[in-house]
């Protein structure tokens, strides 16, 4: 049974998608989710600016990012990018790094971000050889929350005031660790 929290629609139990390298086409669907400041916000980040020198200056910083990803989340049934997924601040040493996924709002609610996140887990391990994913989530974001908890993610914290959101607000943020399986 799907937590009430998480406010969806009902969810495909197979929706696949494949994570893929940025395209030419992708850029309207990415600079579109950059440009949403409200999302954003609740992704626990706010652009400096969001012209098309700005936005194409930060898509070759993700692109190029040593030991990290930045990917786009295709769902298979369209053939439609759906939108994004990254791994930041990778630490070699320890083998860990930050996940995210981002998508559009007609993506949502789809079971794209639970196939998405579960793809993120193995490109992580398998290809960029990370034993632990941690995730940084606004304490308002219960859809986050409740995916990330649903595919063995656990709250290891709270950071209180941790993140100013696009209105100057200090935002209280969960800290979550999912240890990574190494096939």
């Known amino acids: 049974m799907r937590s009430p929290m998480m406010g969806h629609r009902h969810v495909p139990h197979h929706a696949s998608v494949r994570l893929r390298g940025v395209a030419d086409g992708d850029r309207p669907l990415l600079f579109s989710l950059r440009r949403d400041h409200a999302l954003q916000s609740l992704l626990l980040t706010v652009p400096d600016a969001t012209d098309d020198a700005a936005l194409d200056s930060w898509l070759e910083r993700r692109r190029t990012e040593t030991g990290g990803a930045f990917l786009i989340i295709e769902d298979l049934a369209s053939g439609e990018a759906a939108g994004y997924t990254q791994i ?19 993506a949502r609610g789809l079971g794209l971000g639970r196939a998405a996140l ?33 595919l063995g993610y656990r709250e290891v914290g ?23 399986e190494r096939k």
Do not use: C, W
């Not at 887990?121 to 409740?146: T, Y």
């Not at 941790?162 to 660790?177: A, C, K, Q, S």
């Open 158 to 180: 709270l950071l209180e005031a941790h993140f100013t959101d696009v209105n100057g607000m200090p935002r209280d943020v969960m800290l979550f660790e999912r240890r990574l």
């Open 118 to 150: 579960t793809e993120l887990m193995l490109h992580a391990s398998r290809v960029l050889g990370l034993r632990k994913l941690m995730a940084e989530i606004d304490v308002d974001n219960a859809a986050s929350i409740g995916l990330h908890l649903s």
């Open 88 to 106: 930041t601040q990778v630490h070699r040493r320890n083998a860990n790094g930050y996940g995210g996924i981002v998508l559009a709002e007609e």
